[in-house]
């Protein structure tokens, strides 16, 4: 029998695991956080908290491991830089630069020992208490295509059912990822059955994909103790799906959104390069160029 609470689910704190060695990115990652590695001229972490930001989280941890102060760094003030540009007058970088301290209460917690993503977010259990959360990958990021943030779209799913929702997406690269498996209940939320960890293209139950954005109620921490240890000697979400269903319904929810998982080389470069022709001061010059280039 599922256990159902009859309080009102509010979601005003997230989670961003970034505690990853990056290694796909070796040797970039060796001394900076893949998190940090940007995006035209922006990390990818930045996307990321500004998109909990837009959603209206109010409070933010940042899960990171050793070698990650970077990304504290980021967030924090530059007196000196910050001097430097106004003894400059170059105003406008001071803004911008000014602006990233100011976004939002951001909170660090470190994993000691990488034991897989689940256990990354349960490091910020402390720090979330007993309330449902939202959950955004570090290596994802989503431009909304219905002028709502995709972590947003999924926490009102979840506001919605009172229950743990995953923000899904359409691939073509279903073994890639963790397809979802459920019925729908109404156009683009499904009753979650379960997730499938990187299938074989052609044993996929759907084409959609956990894509880095999900709310969880405080029944998730439970679920990771619960879980067993899997591939590599960590646990794996799938796994700890398959144990809050044990106790608790789970939804997924399609996210009117464009993905970039930019996780990996490939997906870096095609990202910077939309992200470039999306750019207002670059796109013109990097459509010339591309057409020079496409031309040899």
Known sequence: MFCISDKSMKVRKAVIPAAGFGTRFLPATKAMPKE???????????????????AGIEDIVIITGRGKHAIEDHFDKSIELEHLLEKNKDFEKLEKISEIAELVDIHYVRQKVQRGLPDAIAVGRKHVGDE????????????????????KQVIECAEKYNASVFGVTPTNEPEKYGVIKGKEVEPGVFDLEDIVEKPNRENAPTNLVNSGRNVFTPEFFEAVERAPIGRKDEKHIDAVVREIMKKEKVYACELNAKWYPVGDKFT???????????????APEIRRYMQEVLKK
């Open 36 to 54: 940090m590695l940007p995006i035209i001229d922006k990390p990818s972490i930045q996307y990321v908290v500004e998109e909990a930001i837009a």
């Open 132 to 151: 449902a959360f939202a959950v955004l990958y570090g290596d994802d990021i989503h431009l909304s295509t219905n002028g709502k943030p995709a972590i």
């Open 268 to 282: 870096f470069v095609k990202t910077t390069i939309d992200f470039a022709l999306m750019h207002e001061e670059m």
